[in-house]
């Protein structure tokens, strides 16, 4: 069997290189690799209640942290329990700001400029709205075509919601897998007010190059909004740094903020001034227990707060969070990279000759941590591995199995091992007892 050979690259920017080992197929090398392996020790940090259950799937919700329980415990039982509502001027009124600030650090922003809030597409469509407003001139908004659904579906209904001014161009993809920016460059022009993207798209785990991409958008002088819910806590963010105007992120992947945990969203300190949320909600309001009846609203980003934020589930959210700030974005990045690259390998000796193709860049600096596979029986196989293999992936439609590698609990063996499932299934034909008709969360 041949061995793809691996050389240095460039890791998460011009200056970081990662050199890469000469992967060997066989479950000695990934136990090796495990050895070698800077973060193993916070996999203990997390509720593994079967060792045999290959979890792939981190990019969609990730596993429970051991402190979250205690966490939620003390909230619920001290907090809720014996205080009441006491609750809120020990702990909870200040919860919004004070986990945005650690998510700040995770995503290189400066003090006041993230909260909080809501769920993704809530504050996706607060600052939406905010963004054309402060581009009254323009009416154009540039996204792709490998967008999240539901970010797409929320400028849709933006659009006749404020009387149809406005038009949105989609981006192809060549590829199906990626967007060259040269075809976002070429449809952006003096009429764009917004460009909006996902930093790590859904589906295949393309990185855009934010940087430039941000460059681009303001030559022309249109605002940009980035989505970061497939890319924070496993790949460097540089909000500050790159420029960026707004962002929304989700909590609930690799922040492992639990089922629907609340989302966060962030204001460049520039726009702060000018920004305004087209949610009018007395959490943003200058002095909400002054209960004014015309509305004034609050200094800085916290004027896109609404309502009463879900206090239980942001204190979950923030026991994740130390994790990623103890371990640094840098080494999780490494190790994301080096276990994507060793799944890519794994993926063309392996399963390659039964019939998979790689839905998911090449080149490591070109994707997230996360990496499709396709193959024309790709939702059975995935329905077989869940049901039969003990391996929880996910599908995409039409064909895709995503397999979501977190840096912090996902083993090298894990990759190993799931792969050999992936293979029995297809060798063993296991897919061929279920029904392609699809369930409901796939």
């Known amino acids: 069997m041949s061995v793809r050979k691996y050389s240095i690259i460039d890791c998460t920017n011009k200056e970081a290189r990662l050199k890469l080992p000469n992967f060997e197929p066989g479950e000695g090398f990934a136990r090796q690799l495990d050895k070698q392996d800077a973060l193993a020790k916070f996999r203990q940090a997390f509720y593994i209640a079967d060792p045999d259950l290959i979890y792939l799937d981190g990019n969609s919700l990730g596993r429970l942290p051991l402190a979250t329980r205690e966490r939620v415990r003390t909230a619920v039982e001290m907090e809720w329990g014996i205080d009441l509502i006491r609750g809120w001027n020990a702990n909870w009124y200040q919860a919004p700001a004070r986990v945005g600030e650690k998510i700040a650090r995770l995503v290189g922003a400066a003090p ?228 994507t690259s060793y799944l890519v390998f794994l993926v063309d000796t392996i399963l390659a000759p039964l019939g998979f193709t790689l839905g998911s860049p090449r080149d490591a600096r070109q994707r997230g941590s996360h990496i499709s596979i396709r193959h024309p029986e790709g939702y059975r196989i995935n329905r077989a591995l869940v049901e039969d293999m003990h391996l929880i992936p996910d599908f995409r439609e039409p064909d895709n199995i995503r397999l979501g590698l977190a840096p912090l609990y996902t083993s090298f063996w894990e990759v190993w091992e799931g792969v050999d499932r992936i293979r029995r299934v297809v060798e063993e034909e296991r897919y061929l007892c279920y029904s392609n008709q699809r369930q409901a969360v796939t």
């Open 112 to 339: 006041g400029q993230v909260l909080v809030s809501d769920s993704t597409s809530v504050n996706l469509f607060k600052l939406v709205c905010a963004a054309l407003a402060l581009r009254p001139e323009r009416n154009c908004i540039v996204s792709d075509v490998l967008n999240f659904p539901s970010d797409i579906y929320i400028l849709q209904g933006i659009i006749p919601l404020l009387g149809n001014r406005h038009s949105l161009t989609l981006v192809p993809s060549a590829d199906e897998i990626s967007i060259d920016l040269r075809d976002i460059a070429a449809r952006i022009d003096e009429n764009t007010a917004l460009v909006t993207v996902s930093q790590v798209v859904f589906k295949s785990g393309f990185l855009y190059d934010v940087e430039e991409l941000t460059r681009i958008a303001h030559r022309a002088g249109a605002l940009v909004l980035l989505d970061v819910s497939h890319s924070v806590g496993a790949v460097p963010i540089a909000f500050d740094r790159w420029g960026v105007d707004l962002a929304i992120g989700c909590t609930y992947k690799y922040l492992n903020g639990g089922p629907g945990s609340p989302a966060f969203l962030y204001v460049n300190h520039a726009l702060q001034p000018r920004a305004l949320s087209p949610i009018w909600g007395w959490f943003g309001q200058q002095t909400p227990f002054a209960f004014d009846l015309t509305y004034n609203p609050a200094e800085g980003a916290r004027r896109f707060l609404v309502s009463s934020p879900p206090i239980l589930s942001i204190l979950a959210m923030e026991a994740g969070l130390d994790l990623q700030i103890e371990a640094g974005i840098e080494q999780i990045r490494q190790k994301s990279i080096i276990l």
